[in-house]
């Protein structure tokens, strides 16, 4: 079978990328797979998550180009959307549609999808799963959409992801041949709101860790990217300093790059926690930092998953999460296997990570509950899944 996943990239820092290399690679075992990335800025490292050399990558960035005029007019439409959702009702759905996904550039990904001869066509993340949709009747090929974070992150977010396109979700869905979604909390939301059967597949490892950590390092751990809002490091840096004048003996460490990292160093001088928190850049061996810390801590605003979760529990890493959909289901017997805490409630957070930070033997029992659960989130288990929809198709 010859299939393509349609991204943005495969080379950025970010769980989305590192999840798709993973899928394809596995597929690429039994499979044609092409990942065709539509941005041109990032250096094609595929030690950057053990990219399989099977995968051939096609990185197009002319795909998405559209004459000065077209260009004008659908910033025009999607500026005015943001702003006021006007456009955001079946009455005016054309011109939304439009604004977002112009003629030119419709076209543009049916001629090259077609010239490729694939047999089914993967849509990463809801822009590109709704492409898929909205131009299927014109490819040759069956089409899948791939949602990446949650119902609440992609509808519910001011001016993020497809925030006031819900119409479009509604009208569009139901043509692609499959959509998956992360949780079934987001399953349910889309079949109720959208009136579209999908399927649920979590994210697999990245990787598996013979080694375990011993909790007994103090270091307390978060991982992710350095965005403003979604992943919450002002709240976790927030919490630690609540605790750090208890505990000055422990350090909060933080595992990523972006364009919120001055303003995180900002925050920690602020605070006057420069000795005890500190922020390490993006690296590809993230087993070692796991391994060298006894709490994984993750404060995210909202998460659709969090593959840096089962990344901390494949490693025995303890597990405190915000009550995001993703981190619900993967913490399925909470005080047991992580503990999640109510969303955004720094308090609670201090609270949790001062416990664990007291308690040794609690955090070897959850070190323990946590490795056993890490075994559902195995590639051989999840690849099962993508292989039985791709045989239905």
């Known amino acids: 079978m010859k299939i393509c996943f349609l991204t943005n990239s495969i080379f950025s820092y970010g769980g989305v990328e590192r999840v798709v290399s993973v899928i394809a690679s ?6 044609e797979v092409d990942v065709l990335c539509t941005l ?34 659908s910033g025009v439409g999607k500026k005015i959307n943001k702003k006021t959702g006007v456009l955001n009702n079946k009455k005016l759905m054309k011109i939304l549609q439009k604004s977002y996904y112009p003629t030119k550039l419709k076209n543009n990904f049916i001629e090259y ?11 990463v993340e809801g822009y590109y799963s709704l492409l898929l949709a909205i131009i299927c009747n014109k ?11 949650s119902y609440y992150a992609y509808f519910n977010t001011t001016n993020k992801y497809n925030y006031k396109q819900d119409v479009l979700f509604e009208s569009y869905l139901k043509n692609l041949d499959r959509y998956i979604v992360l949780t079934d909390e987001d399953k349910n939301n889309v079949e109720k709101y959208f009136f579209t059967e999908c399927e649920r597949i979590y994210n697999p490892l990245s990787f598996t860790s013979e080694l375990k950590s011993k909790c ?71 087993e070692k930092h796991y391994l060298n810390s006894s709490i994984f801590v993750s404060s995210s605003r909202w998460e659709g998953f969090g593959l840096v979760i089962t990344e901390a ?29 109510p969303r ?3 308090n609670a957070l201090s609270s949790a990570i ?4 007291r308690d040794e033997e609690k955090r070897k029992r959850f070190s323990l509950e946590s490795v056993e659960r890490a075994k559902d989130f195995k590639i051989e288990n999840i690849i099962k899944q993508w292989e039985k929809i791709l045989e239905s198709l």
């Open 26 to 31: 596995s597929l690429a075992k039994h499979h």
């Open 40 to 73: 041109d800025k990032y250096v094609a490292k595929r030690e950057l998550y053990n990219l399989s050399s099977n995968v051939n990558v096609n990185i197009n960035s002319d795909i998405k180009k559209i004459g000065a005029i077209s260009k004008i007019i």
């Open 113 to 123: 999808l077609n010239n490729k001869k694939y047999d089914v066509v993967i849509g």
């Open 139 to 149: 490819l040759n090929c069956k089409v899948i959409g791939w949602q990446h974070n």
């Open 216 to 286: 007994t390092e103090k270091n307390v751990i978060s991982v992710g990217r350095l965005v403003k809002d979604q992943k919450g490091f002002d709240l976790l840096i927030n919490a630690f300093s609540i605790i750090a004048s208890k505990c000055r003996d422990w350090t909060l460490i933080i595992v990523g790059d972006g364009e919120e990292k001055n303003n995180l160093n900002e925050l920690i001088s602020k605070l006057k926690l420069s000795g005890q928190v500190r922020i390490e850049p993006f690296t590809n061996e993230i």
């Open 313 to 341: 529990m494949e490693c025995g890493v303890p597990v405190i999460a915000f009550e995001n959909s993703g981190p619900k289901e993967i913490i399925n017997k909470n005080n047991e296997n992580g503990i999640l805490i």
């Open 344 to 346: 955004n409630d720094i």
């Open 354 to 357: 001062l416990d664990l930070i």
